[in-house]
């Protein structure tokens, strides 16, 4: 749901490294046997130590409480703050221990046990130890915390006594000793370690969170590369550099400074000033062309892919569309190319749910071509010849209105004369989530953005039947059983042997529901960050899939020393 | 004096208490759920009930309300759905900026304004004149967002002169100051030009001229204060206009007031700021009238208070 204010954003230099998705990490946890080793990180070169820059922020930041924040500003800076028991390798998706130093899986995949890092204090300079660990997930998992990531953790044995108010503590999780912490799983289930890599599971002092009591988030204590030195209401935040941070000699900064409440069209003015370094919110629309036919701007761009969809939900409970045939007449009459064009090639035209950096993506589905001609005998089929009319909600910020009248131009060819209901993000997804008000909606500025890179987490809350329920946020209303049993199974192969399998499993669950067509995928939207000229680091820091915008803790200034 | 004063506080207790029912009882029944604002969407169903649970947001209307104003008495305004924060430190911290900002802007409405008026005035029914009200009928019907965007890109990007948005130093202040005070820099004109006319045309200035005395002391020393003192009563109801104006100011300015608070409050439904921001502007919308009407009758013997 960081997609939830994702405008654009996003990694394609992650692209190759997706395929090799199980990584060293999980090559090494072989059930029963193997033991992940630590990746400590190699060194750049190139790297200088020191200095500080400006990122900007249109919006406040919330809180910086992980087991709260969930915000398109504060995810990455909550990653910089707080370390869990897993982390990814920057610039990629693939994962790596964290504040683990290994782990070892049980035959069944249901037993997960971690070895701490010895060493590591929290910045209060308290040693971390597995009842820290243990603590966090208590707490996250408490309904009083009212986290939205509770449900990530469902997986772990005891979540449902906590989540109902029965237990304040997961009976699935030990301390065996101060640096040996066993999660016991009540299924077994491949998503988690990329669980334990969330925001949601960082390692919390227990006695800062109870003493800041609800303003936790406004004085965060955590383990990570940075710590909060100021935070200035509705002005700025000021990270220093953690000096004892156990990943040795990160972070590379001296000192970042978030200025917030900066419009992107004032943070881009500013970066030609050499004030900002890096405008958070991105590019914005306005200035795109302007920006990329500028060859001196341009090279301070770096493009990437990132982990979002924007499709077309038809809902399947509603007529006409409880009508299959209709919903696939209506995903040939879509050009996304031209949609793709008129957002001056932001993004790629899409043909299945998942994006293409994503494991599991199927490179040879070819979906459903743009033929309008057809689209019209297969909607005469269905039994409307002379069409009929629907109504499309959408989000009122540009460019999604005018999205939404492509797509209305493109349904009149075809006879389906729509009428676009242009609303605030909140009332979009209110009638999304209500059964029989909204008969198709356009995702966009409210597009999914993975949580984390697993093709399954495209499905549950977006098509699985759990989503389908009131106030849920699959606006199809799909739901399929034999589906639900599918992906279940997918889950339960934790054997990272069998990852290859897995994904094959999720590629034709996303094929197969695109056979049922409940959406139009429209494309993947692009990410563009822009960058000052003394910004260093690889570009794939700058379009970091899991650290957004970018990660802070490796890039670099190139004028100090 | 004082029963009036004891009077206008009471009414302004009930119009407060009208503000936040109405306000309070909108918010309820918008489409939109704060607690999906919250638990954003891959929450599962348990921990959006588990959420609103928390919050008290399952409880019909009339007790939400009845807790909400129990706070209130109590001097507490919640805490912030999305930050956590209690509210009133929230708006304290952007208070000062907001009154700043206000401050700046009534000293450039007075100015222009008042210059403009009195120009307006003395060269009436010439070009100039014309000039000048059609200056300030634009004023008056730009739109905020607009001036904005165009000070900020001809002051701070061409000319480098001001710094592109943000807070601090006095230079930060001066492009969003006038573009809030033009809006009120507009009515003052014409306030002042009328009110000018009107008292160029009295007996006493007329004496005045008969005295012989010089065209400039005539009007500095007799004509001026006595038109500007009806304007400047209009202070007051300013503040109102105000309130409306900086939301869009602030965010294009990136200045850290609660004009600021409220627009991103809005967006995500955060009901306890929305709430907590409309009271405190609704506080000083009804100071700001109460003031205008304390002053009138100390500049015009005329006005009796009722």
């Known amino acids: 749901m960081k997609g939830f204010l994702a405008s654009t954003v996003a990694g394609m230099a992650l692209g190759l490294s997706l395929a090799a998705m199980p990584a060293q990490a999980q090559d090494a946890a072989v059930p029963g046997e193997g033991t992940a080793q630590t990746n400590d990180h190699q060194r750049d070169p190139n790297a200088k130590q020191g200095g500080s820059i400006v990122i900007t922020y249109k919006d406040d930041v919330a809180t910086l409480d992980p087991a709260i924040g969930y915000d398109w500003q504060n995810w990455s800076m909550i990653k910089s703050l707080f370390d869990g028991l897993m982390d990814y390798e920057p610039g990629t998706t693939n994962l790596r221990p964290g504040l683990a130093e290994s782990y070892e899986i049980s035959d069944d995949g249901k037993t997960f046990t971690f070895k701490l890092r010895p060493g590591v204090t929290f910045h209060n300079g308290r040693e971390m130890t597995a009842t820290d660990v243990k603590y966090s997930l208590d707490r996250v998992t408490n309904p009083k915390t009212q986290s939205p990531g509770a449900g990530f953790f469902s997986m772990i044995e005891g979540y449902d006594a906590i989540a109902s108010g029965e237990a304040d503590s997961l009976s699935g999780v030990t301390v065996i000793d101060p640096q040996t912490i066993e999660f016991k799983l009540s299924r077994p289930d491949a998503t988690f370690l990329h669980v334990m890599a969330l925001n949601f599971a960082s390692v919390v002092p227990q006695e800062a969170v109870e003493e800041y009591g609800a303003d936790f988030g406004k004085n965060p204590v955590g383990t990570g590369a940075f710590k909060l030195a100021d935070w200035t209401i509705g002005q700025s935040l000021t990270f220093a550099r953690n000096e004892t941070y156990w990943r040795n000699g990160l972070p590379y900064l001296d000192e970042i400074t978030f200025q917030i409440g900066q419009e992107p069209i004032v943070a881009l003015l500013r970066l030609q000033n050499g004030e900002v370094d890096i405008p958070g919110d991105g590019i914005p629309p306005a200035k795109f062309q302007e920006v990329m036919n500028d060859p001196a701007q341009k090279a301070r761009v770096v493009e990437g892919g990132q982990l979002q969809t924007g499709y077309i939900t038809m809902n399947t409970r509603m007529e006409p569309f409880d009508d299959k045939e209709v919903r696939q007449a209506v995903n040939m009459a879509i050009n996304k190319d031209r949609i793709v064009q008129m957002i001056n090639n932001r993004a790629l035209p899409a043909n299945q749910p998942l994006p293409p950096s994503m494991p599991g993506y199927d490179t040879a589905y070819e979906g459903y071509a743009y033929d309008p001609e057809k689209a019209k005998a297969m909607l005469a089929e269905a039994g409307f010849p002379d069409g009929f009319s629907t109504e499309l909600y959408v989000m009122n910020t540009d460019p999604n209105p005018r999205i939404a009248q492509a797509i209305q131009q493109d349904l009149k060819q075809i006879g389906i004369d729509v009428s676009i209901q242009a609303l605030a993000q909140a009332n979009v997804i209110a009638a999304g989530g209500a059964e029989d008000q909204a008969p198709m909606i356009w995702s966009g500025g409210m597009a999914w953005i993975a949580d984390f890179p697993d093709p399954s987490n495209f499905y549950g809350p977006i098509l699985g039947c759990a989503g389908a329920i009131p106030g849920g946020w699959n606006w199809a209303w799909y739901c399929n059983e034999d589906m639900d049993k599918r992906a279940a199974e997918a889950d339960s192969i934790t054997d990272p042997a069998k990852q290859d399998e897995r994904d094959r499993m999720w590629s034709t669950i996303y094929t197969d529901i695109m056979a049922d067509a409940p959406w139009v995928p429209v494309f993947n939207e692009q990410r563009f960050t822009m960058k000052s000229e003394r910004m260093g680091g690889a570009d794939a820091l700058y379009t970091d899939p899991v650290n957004i915008p970018i990660n802070y803790d490796y890039v670099y200034v190139t004028d100090v020393q | ?306």
């Open chain 2, 1 to 306: 004096m004082v029963v009036y004063i004891a009077r206008r506080l009471v009414q302004a207790v009930l119009i407060l208490l009208g503000v936040s029912v109405i306000t309070f009882a909108l918010l309820y029944m918008l489409p939109a759920d704060p607690v999906r604002q919250i638990a954003g969407r891959s929450a599962t169903a348990q921990t959006v009930e588990n959420i609103r649970r928390e919050l008290g947001l399952d409880q019909p209307f009339l007790v939400q309300y009845g807790r909400y104003l129990l706070g209130i008495l109590h001097g507490d305004l919640g805490r912030s759905y999305l930050q956590r924060t209690e509210v009133s430190s929230l708006i304290a911290a952007r208070l000062p900026a907001s009154l700043l900002l206000m401050a700046g802007a009534i000293v450039c409405e007075l100015i222009l304004g008042l210059t403009m008026g009195l120009f307006a005035a003395l060269k009436r029914g010439t070009a100039t004149d014309q000039a000048l009200m059609v200056g300030s009928f634009i004023g008056v019907s730009a739109p905020q967002f607009v001036v904005g965007l165009l000070l900020l890109y001809l002051f701070a990007v061409r000319l480098g002169w001001f710094p592109i948005g943000g807070y601090g130093t006095f230079a930060h202040l001066v492009l969003p100051s006038i573009t809030l005070g033009i809006l009120g820099a507009g009515w003052y004109s014409r306030m002042m030009r009328s009110s000018m006319v009107d008292v160029m045309r009295q007996d006493f200035i007329r004496t005045a001229r008969a005295k012989g005395l010089a065209r400039s002391t005539i009007l500095f020393r007799h004509a001026l204060p006595n038109a500007i003192l009806p304007v400047i009563a209009m202070i007051g109801i300013d503040i109102g206009l105000f309130m409306s104006g900086i939301v869009v100011v602030e965010s294009v300015f990136g200045w850290p007031g609660i004009g600021q608070l409220a627009w991103q409050a809005i967006q995500r439904v955060d009901i306890p700021i929305i709430m907590g921001v409309t009271l405190v502007s609704a506080c000083a919308i009804v100071l700001g009238n109460l003031l205008a009407d304390l002053v009138s009758p100390l500049i015009d013997p005329r006005i009796k208070l009722q």
